[in-house]
């Protein structure tokens, strides 16, 4: 019985192979790998020189960060496509990132300004809950590399909500500019 059992293992294995090196070349260049919102003040930096203002009250913003891997060793040029889904209205913005390195935990990052979420939030108070839903997609050179949204929903469920475009801002058109330098991908400077 012996030999059979093993005949029959050396069998399952030869049909398994190839089904297994098949799933093994089905890894992607980019993943999208977790979304993730919160609502973040605006920091607080000190300076010395120029006249002193006074400081208002810390405004609150809304921070939607994207991490993903990447399989290539760099990549010169990538874009990652935010869609929000905030008190009913579906804000659209994309960032183009440069010299991607490969590699885990990589990380883009788009935000809403306080006057924005004054705006559309109404009376309602800021919660996780006014953010229904994020979803991202990663573009290079115009095709879409892959998606992922932060609540389970339909493909491309965005597409069905008329968007408003030009109200989000990538990090280095905020006061956030200057901070975590080594959290994010180096954001495309317009013009180059």
Known sequence: MKPKFALLCAGMFVIASPVAMAQGRLVREFQI???????????LLAYAGGEAAPRGQAARWLQVEAEFAAAPAFTDELTVRYYIL?????????????????????????????????????????TPNSVSNVAVQIVQQGVVKDELSLARAAAQWYAAVTP?????????????????????????????
């Open 33 to 43: 790998t977790k979304i993730s919102r919160a609502f973040v003040t605006t920091p």
């Open 164 to 192: 408003i475009s030009g109200l989000l801002l990538n990090k280095n058109e905020t006061p956030f500019a200057p901070l975590y330098w080594d959290r994010y991908e180096q954001i495309k400077t317009p013009g180059r």
């Open 86 to 126: 905030f008190n009913g209205n579906m804000f659209t913005g994309e960032v183009t990132h440069v010299n991607v390195p490969g590699g885990r935990e990589r990380r883009s990052v788009i935000y809403m300004p306080p006057h924005v979420l004054d705006r559309y939030a109404g009376t309602r108070p800021l």
